[in-house]
């Protein structure tokens, strides 16, 4: 029977060797990539909220509610 403190010894040792192998993102297109997904959600929340507002109105006119 293995120790299991030496079973996770050896997986975090594991975890470093790969997150060193890992390629990382320059500060650049973390930058980057930060602004396209904060844009792409403001648009993605500004048209969903068009929609909801939308029908809505169109409930509204469809049942007389006011």
């Known amino acids: 029977m293995t120790n299991p403190f ?4 050896d997986f975090l040792t594991e975890v470093v060797t790969e997150l060193k192998r890992s390629s990382w993102p320059t500060r650049k297109e973390l930058i980057d ?9 403001l648009l993605f929340g500004i048209f969903v909220s068009s929609a909801d507002f939308l029908f809505v109105k ?3 006119l469809l049942t007389g509610a006011s």
């Open 33 to 41: 990539s930060t602004v396209i997904v904060l844009v792409t959600m």
């Open 6 to 9: 030496t079973k996770i010894r």
């Open 58 to 60: 169109i409930v509204e």
